[in-house]
């Protein structure tokens, strides 16, 4: 099984701020990796797609990129809606993986 | 709108058996396939099943092989989890979701556009 790791586990962070979240896949999936935003008591929520595509109706702040084994989400100026969990996916082979989350906080 | 509602979480003894639906409406529900995961208490994702969308393909994770069984039912839009020898570590809220992406050079690779809102499932006696 492909295995996804995240990081951080946890980042505090202000309205405004530039935030990074890196994901790291244990053998390459090319391009085939999604991130979900997930807020408590609710579903997932697609945000990217292969990599770097933005789903529609996500606002512009939030970017993907990498390929291979290496990617990032960036969120580029920290929206109060933006507080959640998010998580990586591969979907390159089954069974499909998820990075163990980043829970984003207010600072 | 697209929408998944999934129904059938309950309180259930080790053991025992429960079955899921997921209802799916404002798609073409025949030409998609469909995925289920689950997420345990305070815990992170788990995919743990597909199912085509003629439903001649299935896979499962390795977690629920053998005792978990996904259908579904195209002219009634919905789709089925029959869950048989469930254990405590099955305890978690169960979300179908429906699957996008594209086929190249014989492969297939499917990220999940619409989830429904989740049913609990708690194992415990």
């Known amino acids: 099984d492909i295995q996804m790791t995240q990081s951080p586990s946890t980042l505090s962070a202000s309205v405004g701020d530039r935030v990074t979240i890196t994901c790291r896949a244990s053998?390459?999936?090319?391009?085939?990796l999604a991130w979900y935003q997930q807020k408590p008591g609710t579903a997932p929520k697609l945000l990217i797609y292969?990599?770097?595509s933005l789903e529609s109706g996500v606002p512009s702040r939030f970017s993907g990129s990498g390929s291979g084994t290496e990617f990032t989400l960036t969120i580029s100026s920290l929206q109060p809606d933006d507080f959640a969990t998010y998580y990586c996916?591969?979907?390159?082979?089954?069974?499909?993986?998820f990075g163990q989350g980043t829970k984003l906080e207010i600072k | 709108e697209v929408q998944l509602v999934e129904s059938g979480g309950d309180l259930v003894q080790p053991g025992g058996s429960l079955r899921l639906s997921c209802a799916a409406s404002?798609?073409?529900?025949?030409?998609?396939?469909i995925s289920w995961f689950r997420q345990a208490p305070g815990m992170g994702l788990e995919w743990i099943s597909y199912?085509?969308?003629?439903?001649?393909?299935?896979y499962y994770a390795d977690s629920v092989k053998g005792r978990f069984t996904v259908s579904r039912d195209n002219a009634e839009n919905s789709l089925y989890l029959q869950m048989n020898g469930l254990r405590d570590e099955d305890t978690a809220v169960y979300y179908c979701?429906?699957?996008?992406?594209?086929?190249?050079?014989?492969?297939?690779?499917?990220?999940?556009?619409?989830w429904g809102q989740g049913t609990l499932v708690t194992v415990s006696s």
């Open positions: 979701a429906r699957d996008r992406g594209h086929c190249t050079g014989g492969s297939c690779f499917r990220y999940h556009d619409s």
């Open positions: 404002g798609f073409t529900f025949t030409i998609y396939s």
């Open positions: 199912i085509s969308h003629t439903g001649d393909t299935k």
């Open positions: 053998q390459s999936i090319s391009s085939w």
């Open positions: 292969q990599a770097s």
């Open positions: 996916q591969q979907y390159n082979s089954y069974p499909y993986t």
